[in-house]
């Protein structure tokens, strides 16, 4: 008689085990909103799954508004770089929108075409132009998201997906941490201003 594995009756209740890994071992985020019936088998057994993951040397993350990863601190140089230009193509989005007036909590409503892509590349050329950003390179960008689940694409362009929250978190932390120091210079001592033009000329 063979003895069932101790693991046996916890892997037969995550079915999805081998796609959920799969699809974080390749870098790409789980939303919610694009692959429901995954995320949903992710839900349920939440726990187990995490477990699972951890034991095999992963973090797995999940954000109450509907996505997940596998958190990494050590990512690659070339992950490095893919991040940074994404976060340089997010934020020149929720900077465009936000001077149009639009709520950047509704971003996944938005719908980003070529044209308001131009658009956007004209307003901060000289930022994007110094990445080595053109407007292809911001399409070929949303493509990259689109792979590790920010964006979706659609007919008639892309729209960006809960995973998204992860940049839009960090842009308002930087303002935020932006007001605060500007409250502290605007009540602080006269000399405050001098000392910042010591600190840049030190650079």
Not at 62 to 69: I, P, V
Not at 70 to 92: C, E
Request: aromatic content about 8%; glycine content about 8%.
């Amino acid at each position: 008689m063979t003895t069932p594995h101790p693991l046996t009756p916890q892997l037969a209740q995550m079915p999805a085990l081998a796609e959920l890994f799969r699809l974080f071992l390749s870098g790409k985020h789980l939303n919610r909103m694009a692959e429901p019936a995954l995320w949903a088998e992710l839900e349920q057994q939440e726990a187990g799954y995490a477990g699972l993951f951890a034991a095999l040397g992963f973090e797995l993350r999940m954000d109450a508004r509907g996505f997940a990863w596998f958190h990494n601190t050590d990512a690659s140089s070339n992950i490095g770089k893919v991040s940074r230009q994404l976060a340089l193509l997010f934020m020149v989005i929720f900077d465009a929108q936000a001077n149009a007036g639009k709520a950047l909590q509704r971003f996944t409503d938005w719908l980003i075409d070529r044209e308001w892509l131009a658009e956007v590349h004209e307003q901060q050329k000289d930022l994007l132009d110094a990445e080595g950003l053109s407007t292809d390179g911001l399409i070929d960008l949303l493509g990259r998201a689109s792979t590790l689940g920010f964006a979706v694409a659609e007919p008639a362009g892309w729209r960006l997906l809960p995973a998204v929250c992860r940049y839009l978190d960090h842009f308002e932390g930087l303002a935020a941490a932006s007001r605060d120091d500007d409250n502290e210079a605007d009540a602080g001592p006269e000399d405050d201003g001098d000392d910042v033009l010591n600190d840049e000329e030190s650079d």
